[in-house]
């Protein structure tokens, strides 16, 4: 079965970077778009943008422009995500998914908080 | 500001029906059959319950249903349950960016 297991909670300081990696199995890696979504404490889901595993091709929604990174390693079918400068207003939970036109995988999240 | 609107909360007694509308535009809603619903519990993964507009994933109880006019997407949630309360999230795919959300409606069970 489809599993997307992600990397453990982290705490960070205002202006420092995190890294969030996403581990996929149970599917053929570079055939779907892996979306990064974040969820702040009590808003709804926010789409970070997506990466593209087979050619490493990014579209980054524009509120996050210019401190998002995402990328791949495709011999470990793994994501990643790095969100540089970071703000209180980072603290959220943060997912990876596989979203196609007839499902939807999840990882289980991985909560960072920024905390001085 | 999300892509697509939704309204913040929605509300019915048990047994009744509560439709949620999701409004996009004709570059997303309203020009693909790629209309998603997830289901969200406090603290818990969103469920897909509805994708393609109209369709249910094994083991979504068929009281979940899904359609769409134009630009204006909509879950009905009829014979309302108590295990119903939770957030939905509409979702749509765009020809530019891929997959958009919602902004989220709340449903209580009165």
């Known amino acids: 079965q489809v599993q997307l297991v992600q990397s453990g909670a982290e705490v960070r300081n205002p202006g420092a970077s995190v890294r969030v990696s996403c581990k996929a199995s149970g599917y053929t890696f570079t055939r779907d778009y892996m979306y990064w979504v974040r969820q702040a404490p009590g808003q709804g889901l926010e789409c970070m943008g997506r990466i593209n595993p087979d050619s490493g091709d990014t579209n980054y929604v524009q509120n996050f422009q210019g401190r998002v990174t995402m990328t791949r390693d495709t011999s470990i079918t793994t994501a990643y995500m790095e969100l540089s400068r970071l703000t209180y207003d980072d603290t959220a939970m943060y997912y990876c998914a596989r979203l196609y036109s007839s499902g939807a995988d999840w990882g289980q999240g991985t909560l960072v908080t920024v905390s001085s | 500001q999300s892509a697509l609107t939704q309204p913040p909360s929605a509300s019915g007694s048990p047994g009744q029906s509560v439709t949620i509308s999701c409004t996009g535009t004709s570059s997303d809603v309203g020009g693909y059959n790629y209309v998603s619903w997830y289901q969200q519990h406090p603290g818990k993964v969103p469920r897909l319950m509805i994708y393609e507009v109209s369709n249910r994933p094994s083991g979504v109880p068929d009281r979940f249903s899904g359609s769409k006019s134009g630009n204006t997407a909509s879950l009905t949630v009829s014979g309302l349950q108590a295990e119903d309360e939770a957030d939905y999230y509409c979702?749509?795919?765009?020809?530019?960016?891929?997959?958009?959300f919602g902004g989220g409606t709340k449903l209580t069970v009165l």
């Open positions: 979702s749509s795919f765009t020809n530019r960016k891929g997959w958009v």
